[in-house]
């Protein structure tokens, strides 16, 4: 078993920027991948964007590439969405989900069915 825990939403100011942490305890040496998905009220969860294990691969949604950045510290079990620009549309609860590692599982993935472990959520909310 995964544990993932997210931390660090807040409010902010449209403009400003959060970083959302993301810290996975238990098997953690069977976690590949590891995706930031985002629910807004009344809307169905989407995609935020995927790293792979080692970090050197990564995908990001359209609404959110060149804006967020996704990084994680194997070390510390610790995967990171810093957050710029912040607009009033990327209010929603953020979730981290991880990937467990056996063969054939992709190094990233915009889908959350390929995912097997989620978090609770931390709440963003950006004022206008």
């Known amino acids: 078993q995964v544990q993932l825990v997210e931390s660090g939403g807040g409010l902010v100011q449209a403009g400003g920027s959060l970083r959302l942490s993301c810290v996975a305890s238990?098997?953690?040496?069977?976690?590949?991948?590891v995706g930031w998905f985002r629910q807004a009220p009344g809307k169905e969860r989407e995609f935020v964007t995927s790293i792979s294990r080692s970090g050197g691969s990564t995908t990001y949604a359209d609404s959110v590439k060149g804006r967020f950045i996704s990084s994680r510290d194997n070390a510390k079990n610790t995967v990171y969405l810093q957050m710029n620009s912040l607009q009033p549309e990327d209010t929603a609860v953020y979730y981290c989900?991880?990937?467990?590692?056996?063969?054939?599982?992709?190094?990233?993935?915009?889908?959350?069915?390929?995912?097997?472990?989620w978090g609770q959520g931390t709440q963003v909310t950006v004022s206008s």
């Open positions: 989900a991880a990937v467990l590692m056996r063969l054939g599982t992709p190094q990233v993935s915009r889908t959350m069915d390929s995912y097997d472990y």
């Open positions: 238990g098997r953690t040496f069977s976690v590949g991948a």
